[in-house]
């Protein structure tokens, strides 16, 4: 599965959104952009995914560059809850299923 | 609904001693997969099963950890003989399948302190 490359930390004040950027450029037509983030001490929580169209669901919504190497996240309203760790995963279908998951980015969101 | 269960929540052994953990997945989900995440480390896959079957094992790292899966649905992750560097928190997944798109809901993890 390709690797992705994220920043290792970004802050965010309380009701603004939040842009997450991840880089993908290795990534392969049959490969999905997968989202998924933890809070402190719990296990991770899914996201969104997609493979080339933007998404957009009751938690985000991802954008994803035409040529497919890079995405972004965006949280539209960040409120302190939404402090976590955010993981981008490239995943293939039929590959298992299993997630590898990189350092992620630490999101603070600021009062 | 409810979701994925882990237990023990907390687990401290001794240096040598063998642990059970177990999970429930979510009703009707046929996948199930088990990671670790250590002090420090970022999460690692062990093991997946489809069914009682683990198509996937590559992540186990010694033959000291085993995963069975029993009725398509419980699974219990055994370390023998633990050792220090076998305490993280260990994390059990579920999804409907492991194909397609299904996305992953986890449990809330077994925390592990080898002593």
């Known amino acids: 599965d390709a690797k992705t490359t994220q920043p290792t930390s970004m802050d965010c004040a309380e009701g603004r959104a939040a842009n997450l950027p991840c880089n993908h450029s290795t990534i392969s037509g049959n490969e999905y952009v997968y989202w998924y983030r933890q809070i402190h001490s719990q296990g991770p929580q899914y996201i969104i995914h997609g493979l080339k169209n933007n998404e957009t669901n009751e938690m985000a919504s991802l954008i994803i560059t035409e040529d497919r190497k890079s995405s972004t996240l965006i949280l539209p309203h960040a409120t302190l809850r939404d402090t976590a760790v955010y993981y981008c995963?490239?995943?293939?279908?039929?590959?298992?299923?299993?997630?590898?998951f990189g350092a992620g980015t630490q999101v603070v969101v600021t009062p | 609904g409810a979701g994925v269960s882990q237990s023990p929540s907390n687990k401290v052994t001794e240096k040598g001693k063998d642990v059970e953990l177990r999970c429930d997945p979510i009703?009707?989900?046929?996948?199930l997969y088990w990671y670790r995440q250590s002090l420090g480390q970022g999460l690692e896959f062990l093991i997946y099963?489809?069914?009682?079957?683990?198509?996937?094992k590559s992540g186990l790292p010694s033959d000291r950890f085993s995963a069975e899966r029993t009725g398509g649905s419980v699974s219990t992750l055994t370390i023998q003989r633990t050792q220090q560097e076998d305490s993280a928190v260990y994390l059990c997944?579920?999804?409907?399948?492991?194909?397609?798109?299904?996305?992953?809901?986890f449990g809330p993890g077994t925390r592990l302190t080898v002593t």
């Open positions: 009703s009707g989900h046929t996948a």
């Open positions: 997944a579920s999804s409907f399948s492991s194909g397609g798109e299904s996305e992953q809901y």
């Open positions: 995963i490239v995943r293939r279908l039929g590959g298992g299923g299993k997630l590898q």
């Open positions: 099963f489809q069914g009682n079957s683990a198509p996937d």
